[in-house]
């Protein structure tokens, strides 16, 4: 039982680059989220799902994109990569919105 | 709009210096408050969720409690190993399908 997997842990990107941050977990969890955790701002919500095939904005949504096409995988897409997206990103899951949220470990991304 | 607010932003103790941790939130109707450690470099990792006041969860050297107001985490005889950024979040209960606010962590050192 891995819990919350992500993919890449690093990653150094040049302006106007795209990327695909992907995010597995497998505890059958219904709800999936990616945050961007930057020093004194704390965690941000990106975009989250409630369930396959489904997706829905965050609190800092512009320059990303998200799709979950299977109920275990959640996918986070940056088209046109800016240094105001250097930040670690984390993925989490939960069975609902009021249970525990399990995060995984990161992925420190930098662009320059 | 949902606030959370973790006081103090950084706690130093010795080792066996029993403290606490504060949480003071404003939300239009809670549905649950979740505490979280993070570990330098690593993903947040859940501790516990309260639902109404006057609910308390113990687990090792932790015990979180809840008021209408506010939510403590109780660290009692610390050890350095506890040392992490300790996070604390909400949901609500008004309106969207989705909420959850974090505060911005109190980093904790004991020193042994």
């Known amino acids: 039982n891995a819990g919350v997997t992500q993919t890449p842990k690093f990653r150094v990107l040049k302006t106007g680059q795209s990327m695909t941050l992907l995010c597995a977990q497998d505890m059958n969890h219904e709800y999936m989220y990616w945050y961007r955790q930057d020093p004194g701002m704390g965690l941000r919500l990106i975009h989250y799902?409630?369930?396959?095939?489904?997706?829905a904005k965050g609190e800092v949504p512009d320059g990303y994109n998200v799709s979950r096409l299977k109920k275990q995988n959640f996918l986070l897409g940056l088209e046109s990569a800016a240094p105001s997206q250097t930040s670690v990103y984390f993925c989490?899951?939960?069975?609902?919105?009021?249970?525990?949220?399990?995060f995984g470990p990161g992925t420190r991304l930098t662009v320059l | 709009e949902d606030q959370v607010t973790q006081s103090p932003e950084a706690l130093r103790l010795q080792e066996g210096e029993s403290s606490s941790l504060n949480c003071s939130y404003t939300v239009s109707g809670l549905r649950g408050l979740f505490w979280y450690r993070q570990d330098p470099g690593k993903g947040p990792e859940f501790l516990f969720t309260l639902y109404s006041a006057g609910e308390e969860k113990e687990k090792e050297r932790l015990k979180a409690t809840l008021t209408k107001k506010e939510s403590f985490l109780h660290i009692t005889a610390p050890k350095p190993e506890d040392s992490a950024t300790y996070l604390c979040?909400?949901?609500?209960?008004?309106?969207?399908?989705?909420?959850?606010?974090f505060g911005k962590g109190t980093l904790l050192t004991v020193n042994p």
């Open positions: 989490a899951s939960s069975r609902t919105v009021d249970r525990a949220m399990f």
């Open positions: 799902s409630v369930g396959e095939g489904t997706t």
């Open positions: 979040a909400v949901t609500d209960s008004g309106g969207s399908n989705y909420k959850l606010t």
